[in-house]
């Protein structure tokens, strides 16, 4: 009996330990096979939408075992690199153009491609200023304003015309620095329209992807140069568009904006959400703004816009249907799922017609799954199932303005972005809260210094970088990390299997006695 017990605990403990053993290696197997099963992926472009691109590249890494390389050069390098065919696909905020500005050739590509949305976002202004030592995060800028300000038309903090917009505070007398791309940017493009529509007398420069430097200005490379050199200490006083993100990870404020219903509007997901209502959507998926830009809803953010990937449609080059396979199945993925993290990252994820639009897209990628994208399964946080296209459930829920942000004589001193501390009312204005802010009164404000982040990258008074390779703060491309696996089957088998050989070793040598001395009983 003992002998035979022994043997049967040991031949289950060892049968699971086995099957556990093989388990393991299968699903080590799976992961590979997994990950041999995508073939990479290469893509370049804007760095406007790159902090979601770089999140969604790790998310399908870790969970898909994808890899999708991407390099954030500009809109305008990305639409040539993707002509000359050494990328699988672009970004940029705006189409191939005809008549480049910089008299070069035409953007005419020689294989088929598409746009596909992929983000919606805020082109905002993040600025470095403060007022008797304290930061200022609540500042309020009406359209003409900036367009001056980027046109070196006012090169002071203190102008009357930006006074006028902040009726609680102070303005200092300091030099206004506007801070400009330096390289063809798809930002600048969209900065530069919405000027030349809005404000035509004041920017006469047209739709610029290069943009013109104001004498009093700096120009620094890709988003997170423009935002690193105004989250530096000698960027008191700089001011620059940037996408909404750089600025909420980065930790600074950003202008709210004058709308056409008389609000001061923060570019959150919600506000970007509801402007884009009145987007028009060109046949081949491009935008027109025009209706945004003047968007009645006293929640409108007017500068909002989404940002496209250009894909090939047909097998040429580098591209192969191989290449194809992962390209549908990553932009099934960011169009769906990843759209739940957009408003964390600083964007606004895309409504159903955008998604339903991206889906015909994905269609028409050679090698990728012709059936498109499942809705009832889609898991993106603008629709439910089974709702219609004019559902978007970021815009029903988007909150109202407070009284303190509409144009008068109060500002509500709630901070913005990445900079939510409120800023005391130092002006002969009133004060408030924004909508969701706390009541404000005499509010505590923190000096930029101390939550400007680690200043790991340091960058001389030109803005160029010295060493590091982040803007101070966290204005970086890097995704947020991912949770580490959760306790799961393999684990609980493993503990199992191991108490079992336990129990197998240990239990049999206490038992023996006690069954000898039994069967002694038995005989006598």
């Excluded at 760095?47 to 890494?61: F, I, M």
């Amino acid at each position: 009996m003992t002998i035979r017990l022994r043997h049967a605990i040991r031949a289950v403990a060892s049968t699971l330990a086995v099957l556990v053993l093989a388990g393991g290696l299968a699903q080590s197997g799976a992961s590979t096979a997994r990950a041999d099963s995508w073939i990479p992926i290469t893509g370049t472009g804007s760095t406007w939408s790159q902090n979601a691109l770089d999140q969604w590249r790790k998310n399908v890494a870790a969970n898909y075992g994808m890899t999708i390389n991407y390099s954030g050069t500009g809109s305008s390098a990305g639409r040539r690199d993707f002509i000359a065919g050494t990328v699988d696909f672009a970004v940029s905020e705006i189409p191939f153009q005809s008549a480049p500005e910089d008299g070069s050739a035409p953007e005419v590509p020689t294989t088929g491609f598409s746009y596909m949305p992929i983000v919606a976002g805020g082109t905002s202004f993040m600025y470095n200023l403060k007022i008797g030592g304290k930061r200022v995060t609540n500042l309020r800028l009406s359209g003409d304003v900036i367009t001056k300000i980027f046109s070196g038309a006012i090169t002071k903090w203190n102008d009357a015309a930006i006074q006028a917009d902040n009726p609680g505070l102070a303005m200092p007398d300091r030099a206004i620095v506007p801070v400009v791309r330096s390289d063809g940017s798809g930002s600048s493009a969209q900065f530069s329209l919405w000027m030349s529509k809005q404000y035509p007398s004041l920017w006469t420069a047209g739709m610029r992807s290069q943009f013109p430097t104001p004498a009093n200005g700096k120009a620094q490379n890709g988003s997170l140069g423009v935002a690193g050199y105004v989250s530096q200490d000698y960027g008191e006083g700089a001011i620059t568009y940037v996408e909404y993100s750089y600025a909420l990870k980065s930790g600074f404020p950003v202008a709210k904006v004058l709308n056409a219903a008389g609000y001061y509007i923060e570019p959150t997901a919600n506000s970007v959400a509801v402007a884009l209502l009145k987007a028009g959507i060109n046949s081949d998926l491009t935008q027109n703004l025009d209706g945004v830009y003047n968007n009645a809803d006293p929640r409108t953010y007017p500068l909002s816009s989404y940002s496209y990937m250009i894909v090939p449609t047909q097998v040429a080059g580098i591209f192969t249907e191989a290449k194809g396979k992962t390209l549908g199945a990553f932009a099934t993925y960011f169009l769906c799922e990843g759209q739940q993290q957009a408003a964390a990252l600083g964007y606004s994820p895309l409504p159903m017609n955008l998604v339903r639009a991206g889906s015909e897209v994905v269609k028409r990628i050679p090698g990728a799954n012709a059936a498109g994208i499942d809705f009832n399964a889609c898991n993106n946080p603008t629709f439910k199932p089974g709702e219609s296209e004019s559902d978007n459930q970021l815009a029903k829920t988007a909150p109202q303005p407070a009284a303190c942000d509409k144009k008068g004589p109060d500002q509500c001193t709630t901070g913005t972005a990445g900079a939510l501390d409120e800023t005391p009312v130092t002006g002969t204005g009133g004060g408030g809260a924004s909508a969701g802010g706390a009541a404000t009164g005499t509010a505590t404000t923190v000096d930029a210094a101390a939550t400007s982040g680690t200043g790991e990258a340091v960058y001389d008074a030109n803005g160029n970088l010295i060493s590091g390779s982040a803007v101070a703060g966290a204005a970086v491309s890097s995704p947020f990390t991912l949770p580490d696996d959760a306790w799961g089957t393999p684990q609980a088998l493993m503990t199992v299997a191991g108490i079992l050989l336990f129990l197998a070793i240990a239990v049999p040598p206490l038992l023996s006695p006690r069954l000898r001395r039994g069967g002694g009983r038995g005989r006598d």
